[in-house]
């Protein structure tokens, strides 16, 4: 042994300090193995600097309760297992060049190999280091592997390197473990590590990847900025706090299934392989803001309890987040989807925000639940499924671009919002439901669109939307404005069976197709006016809270508002209906309005009621015009109305004035059965056409006068309050009163008749029939006349006779004729005796005639009073029978213009008889086989049986092949009258009343009285 040596023993046995200088030769820097054992031994602190050991140093389970440091020396082999180091363990800088085996190997402080070389292995299976394991710098050229290793400290492993990579099991780390910017150019593989604090791995270059298998970490676990070139695997990884990879790198598929975080933030990372967080859990937030995917996604049942967040990323594969659920947003703003986006069953408790977002694929929202949805001025190329989507509040496609299907069937939100929109193909919006209000302002729909049963619980607006194909609404129900103005429909228009709780407007809206409101409930107004109507317009049974305004609306078609009900009023004024016009059945509560109204098709207004009136000045009905049966509480203006073909008011009610002035009708009018509760005018009314007026009532005055019938004109069974003015009307054919009866006077100055007028049976105060003078004219000449008992009357305006023949016959009225030209009545004409009776009287009863004429003219003016016949005599008793049978007509059948009276008629005796028959003892029950013994008077005949027993006998029909049941001879409980009577009473009944129904319900009857079939 040298001096050299010597004095390293010396001082390694004296547990002091050996420091050797690095630039020494490496003779001067031996130090034998056996030296540091010894040492070690003798319990002496180990402190050796920059030496080179001498053989293997083999502390295999030794005691070494003193400082241990070897540091920047080279070592050939280096055993510690099962050593026992109560204080700390330095190996810094060392090299060492077959390995260190640390197996079971227990230090109670640090544990350091920073810096150091190692060629071999390292196995740390069943280490405990109490304080810190020091790996920092290390290169280890052989695989570093154990298991069961305990680290009571941190793990510190930044800036190593490690050739042949990490394989380690159940590791246990008290504080951190840290491997920033190391190099592990092999696999790193860790099973059940438990992490108390952080995992670092920042700027970390994993070669082959990165395994955790049910790893646990208390802390952060932070890959910033690493980079990977295999697969990152964290299956089954829990972290407490947060999993960063801000910036990584990684060329490979990323695996965090059945992880549990409490956040990751994978921003700025360009993914070339897969993401998969399958089953994952994560407390707070995803961020993956500004990351690119080179391959797929599968987030599939990931769980976040705050933000998942992608915004600005790319997804060049496919996405899968089915089933998955962020407790706040799902932030995907300016994300672009190469591939298929699959969020079906995912739910967001907060806003799930797309503004911007690109999808190239298929994208399915199905059954997903969101807070709210944002998909403002995102861009869908392919088709967009959100069939039963949910969004507490609203759901946003403002300013969307859906270039091919979109289906949102039975999609709710708390509102919708797509306005400005576009739907390049076909888009299901059926079933759809929204809290509040949908808005489709200015959408564009170009392809087909379903949208029925809607359930919107505020407005619904589409302001300036266009459709290009149909939009159905039908069964939908709004709870607000259904807004269409301004919008483009170029096809059909559908809200059949709808519900709208305020107002439908739709003014100036042009239609393409046909329009369909019927069966539909609108609790606001129908605002219609201005609108324009291609195709048909089906406003039939619509129930309106509101007035119905067509107000200068254009029918191309059919205009059909059939049974609908109409809360305020129904205005048509200035519209244009080149169809049919169908008001059947229409009930309105306030005023209908066809002022200037231009009707080219027939018009139907049968059965309409109005509690205000109707108004139609200046309307034009190019076709026939029916109104049959209606009834408005008010008036009814027609002023100035043109009735190119047949007017019909057959049966209606008007509860206060009719007022036509003015009025033309082409062709016939039919004014039958007509009630007017106050006057009826007409004047300068001109009827080209036949005019009935049958069974007309009028509580006040019925003005004709200056009107002009150029056919028949019937005014049977007519019954006016006050006056019935006819001054000045002319009559080109046959006029007929026949039943007619006004409360005052009929006033006929100045008409003009071309044939006979016919006023049998008619009731009135007075006649006037004078030729009215006009204002400051002189009065003509008139030859003075006596009675004979009075003074000379005096100068009365004298008609001009025109040779009218006044048939007063029926007993009530004095006969009143004249066929000679009155004294110096020099217009009289010649030719005017010819249009006398053929038969004329003699002369001298023509001159007592006329002289009557005259002096009743001049006593009485230009009336004619009626006269009554004496009761004695036979034309008192004709006249009466004659006046019963009329008033018996007229309340059995309206003269045949009421059907329906007719037919109550008809019952009324029929269930009167079945009533009768059902008391006990009228009838008789059907005979037994085994009783033969008379039948009492107390048989109750069952309902049924009785009716057909009522009915036979009313038809004079034997019962025998309706019931076994006859009637009894019993008198009826109570009255002097039989059974046998009762039928007797029903059969006269029948033979009356059944012949009279069927000339009423076949028309016969109205011929027989002078009417003609109706066109």
């Not at 810096?115 to 196995?123: K, Q, S």
């Not at 986006?341 to 995912?346: G, N």
């Not at 028949?712 to 006819?726: I, K």
């Not at 027993?949 to 004079?956: H, I, R, V």
């Amino acid at each position: 042994m040298d001096v050299v040596d010597d004095a390293n023993l010396q001082a390694i046995l004296a547990g002091s300090a050996l420091h050797l200088p690095p630039e020494g030769p490496d003779g001067a820097r031996v130090v034998r193995a056996e030296w540091i054992i010894e040492a070690v031994r003798l319990g002496l602190a180990v402190d050796v600097d920059n030496a080179i050991v001498a053989g293997p140093l083999q502390l295999e389970g030794r005691y070494i309760p003193a400082p241990f440091s070897l540091t920047n020396s080279t070592l050939s082999s280096l055993d510690l297992g099962d050593a026992r180091f109560l204080q700390a363990v330095r190996f810094d800088g060392c090299r060492l060049e077959s390995g260190v085996r640390l197996t079971s190997m227990r230090a109670e402080s640090d544990v350091s190999f920073a810096g150091a070389r190692i060629r071999g292995e390292v196995d740390v299976s069943g280490v405990a280091v109490g304080g810190n394991l020091v790996l920092d710098g290390v290169r280890l050229d052989g695989p570093f592997t154990g298991k069961s290793a305990r680290v009571g400290a941190s793990l510190l492993a930044s800036n190593a390197t490690f050739q042949r990579g990490l394989r380690l099991e159940e590791l246990q780390v008290g504080a951190d473990v840290v491997l920033d910017a190391s190099v592990i150019e092999s696999d790193f593989i860790i099973r059940e590590l438990s992490a108390i604090r952080n995992v670092s791995a920042k700027h970390t270059a994993f070669g082959q990847g990165l395994a955790l298998e049910r790893a646990q970490i208390g802390g952060t676990f932070d890959l910033s900025e690493a980079s990977s070139k295999g697969e990152l695997r964290l299956r089954g990884v829990r972290v407490a706090e947060a999993l960063v990879a801000t910036a990584a790198s990684l060329a490979a598929d990323v695996a965090l299934d059945a992880a549990a975080l409490g956040e990751a933030a994978f921003s700025n990372i360009s993914f070339q392989g897969r993401l998969v967080l399958t089953d994952a859990r994560i407390a707070r937030r995803l961020l993956c803001m500004q990351s690119s995917f080179a391959r797929d996604v599968d987030l599939t049942r990931l769980v976040a309890g705050g933000d998942i967040n992608f915004e600005d990323a790319v997804f060049k594969g496919t996405i899968g987040m089915r089933a998955a659920d962020g407790g706040g947003a799902f932030e995907f703003e300016s994300a672009t989807f190469e591939d298929s986006a699959d969020f079906a069953d995912a739910r967001a408790a907060q806003i799930a925000d797309f503004t911007h977002a690109a999808f190239r694929r298929t994208a399915n929202f199905a059954n997903a639940r969101f807070g709210r949805l944002d998909f403002t001025r995102a861009v869908f190329e392919a088709d967009a499924e959100f069939i039963d989507a949910r969004a507490d509040g609203a759901a946003c496609f403002a300013w969307t671009a859906f270039r091919a299907g979109a289906n949102c069937h039975a999609l709710r939100a708390g509102a919708l919002d797509a306005s400005h929109a576009t739907f390049a193909r076909g888009a299901d919006l059926s079933d759809v439901e929204s809290g509040a209000g949908a808005d489709l302002s200015a959408a564009v729909f170009e392809g087909d669109l379903a949208a029925t049963n809607l359930s919107i619980k505020g407005d619904f607006n589409a302001e300036g939307a266009r459709f290009a194909s149909d939009l159905r609404l039908a069964g939908s129900k709004i709870g607000g404005d259904l807004r269409l103005e301004r919008a483009e429909l170029q096809r059909a228009f559908s809200l059949r069976a709808a519900a709208i709780g305020g107002a439908l407007k739709a003014g100036g809206v042009a239609f393409g197709g046909d329009v369909d409101l019927s069966v539909a409930r609108c609790a606001g107004r129908v605002m219609l006016a201005g609108a324009r109507f291609a195709g048909q317009a089906q406003l039939g049974a619509l129930n309106s809270g509101g007035a119905i305004d067509c107000s200068g609306a254009t029918f191309a078609a059919v205009a059909d508002l059939r049974s609908s009900r109409v809360t305020s009023g129904l205005l048509f004024a200035g519209a244009k209906v080149s169809g049919p016009a169908l008001f059947d059945g229409l009930e309105v509560k306030a005023a209908i309005d066809f002022a200037k109204a231009a009707f080219d098709g027939d018009v139907r207004c049968n059965d309409v009621t109005a509690a205000g009136g109707l108004s139609a000045p200046n309307a034009i009905f190019s076709a026939a015009a029916i109104f049959h049966r209606i009834g408005i509480a008010g008036s009814a203006g027609f002023a100035g109305a043109r009735f190119a073909r047949r007017a019909e008011f057959s049966g209606s009610l008007f509860g206060a004035q009719f007022d036509a002035r003015g009025a033309r009708f082409g062709e016939r009018a039919d004014f039958d059965g007509v009630t007017v509760r106050g006057d009826l005018t007409l004047t300068h009314a001109l009827f080209d056409g036949d005019a009935r007026f049958d069974a007309v009532r009028a509580g006040g005055r019925a003005d004709l006068s200056d009107s002009t019938f150029g056919q028949r004109a019937v005014f049977d069974g007519m019954d006016v309050g006050t006056d019935l003015c006819l001054e000045r009307a002319s009559f080109a054919a046959e006029a007929r009163f026949i039943g007619a009866r006004a409360g005052r006077e009929i006033q006929l100055s100045d008409a003009t008749f071309a044939a006979p007028i016919d006023l049998r049976w008619m009731q009135f105060g007075a006649l006037e029939l004078g030729e009215r003078a006009a204002a400051g004219a002189p009065a003509p000449r008139q030859r003075a006349r006596s009675n004979g008992e009075l003074a000379q009357a005096p100068a009365a305006p004298r008609s001009r006779d025109r040779g009218i023949t006044l048939d007063l016959r029926g007993g009530h009225f004095v006969i009143l004729q004249s066929a000679s030209r009155a004294p110096d009545d020099a217009a009289f004409p010649a030719k005017s005796a010819e249009k006398a009776h053929a038969t004329a009287p003699p002369r001298s009863q023509r001159r007592k005639a006329a002289d009557a004429f005259y002096l009743r003219r001049e006593l009485e003016g230009n009336r004619v009073h009626p006269l009554r016949s004496p009761v004695w005599s036979a034309a008192f008793w004709a006249d009466l029978l004659r006046l019963a049978g009329d008033r018996a007509l007229r309340a059995i059948t309206g003269y045949g213009v009421r059907p329906w009276r007719m037919l109550g008629w008809l019952l009324a005796p029929l269930i009167l008889a079945a009533a009768l028959f059902m008391l006990p003892g009228t009838t008789v029950p059907p005979p037994s086989d085994e009783v033969t013994i008379p039948y009492p008077c107390d048989a109750r005949a069952p309902a049924g049986d009785a009716a057909l027993l009522g009915a036979a006998a009313y038809a004079w029909l034997d019962p025998a092949p309706l019931t076994q049941w006859r009637i009894s001879s019993c008198a009826i409980p109570g009255t002097p009258f039989t059974a046998p009577q009762v039928a007797s009473g029903e059969r006269a009944l029948g033979l009356v009343l059944i012949p009279l129904g069927i000339l009423t319900f076949t028309g016969v009857l109205r011929r027989l009285l002078g009417y003609r079939k109706a066109l």
